[in-house]
């Protein structure tokens, strides 16, 4: 199977972004959108594939997580992720609640509209992980290639206010002027409040522990599960910086051996 193009080059201002669906992405691309020469036209839907492909006046190219990491030592490279057990909700609850229709790759999983969460879980677990939508596959498998987390700067969706401004300051110091505060896209419903009624008992937090537990060891290994799950506030910490990092033998064998 090819590997997708999850990360955004920009050519010019040698900058690249891992993204990941589901953690302020949206908010991320407009801000970047503001670095190219010329804005794009009104209406252009700028959170496409097809824009930062092919209508960017090739100042930017999707690119591999493999090619992304060939581009490490020219290229300033970040990304931002968010809580597992929240993203999860988050995807469950816009592609497959709220709308009629779950996207194609979902659909192709045996994923259909308004199915239990449990029984969300379920597929999956039994899912081969190339087939995954990228709504559902792990940050982890997303910014991760063998041992190594690829972008150097990895912030958190909680604390983005903090960390997107640690992160402007590093990309002022290479001369990249980017927005002083996000703007708000496709912000929905806060799902801080409802975690709890999803996963309800252990056997649910263990299935998502199964699929996501990674994410949580790199990313969110200073909090508890608890606290995860009750999304409450997480500890005052930099943003991850790294150039590379030991994943789990879970992450090995279950992740990207499946």
Not at 152 to 172: A, P, T
Not at 196 to 202: C, G, K, L, T, V
């Amino acid at each position: 199977m090819a590997q997708p193009h999850h990360f955004i080059r920009m050519k010019q201002c040698k900058l690249l972004y891992g993204r990941v669906p589901k953690a302020a992405n949206s908010s991320i691309k407009a801000a970047l959108c503001r670095l190219l020469s010329e804005r794009p036209p009104k209406g252009t839907k700028t959170t496409s594939d097809k824009f930062w492909q092919h209508e960017t006046n090739n100042e930017t190219e999707l690119i591999t997580l493999r090619k992304a990491r060939k581009y490490r030592r020219s290229h300033f490279s970040f990304s931002f992720v968010r809580n597992p057990f929240d993203r999860l909700i988050a995807a469950y609850n816009n592609k497959v609640v709220e709308i009629e229709e779950p996207p194609l790759p979902m659909q192709h999983m045996g994923i259909h509209h308004d199915m239990s969460f449990e029984s969300f879980l379920d597929v999956l677990i039994d899912t081969p992980i190339h087939r995954y939508d990228v709504h559902v596959l792990p940050q982890s498998h997303l910014l991760c290639l063998g041992r190594q987390v690829i972008p150097k700067f990895v912030g958190r969706v909680e604390q983005i206010d903090e960390h997107w401004s640690i992160l402007r300051d590093i990309l002022l110091r290479q001369g990249i002027d980017v927005m002083e505060s996000l703007p708000q896209k496709n912000v929905r419903r806060s799902e801080k409040s409802g975690l709890q009624m999803y996963f309800h008992n252990d056997a649910l937090i263990d299935k998502a522990l199964r699929l996501y537990g990674d994410d949580v060891n790199l990313f969110y290994n200073d909090t508890s599960i608890d606290n995860l799950i009750n999304n409450a506030p997480l500890p005052h910490i930099t943003p991850l910086q790294s150039r590379s990092l030991k994943l789990t033998s879970w992450l090995r064998n279950y992740v990207f051996n499946r």
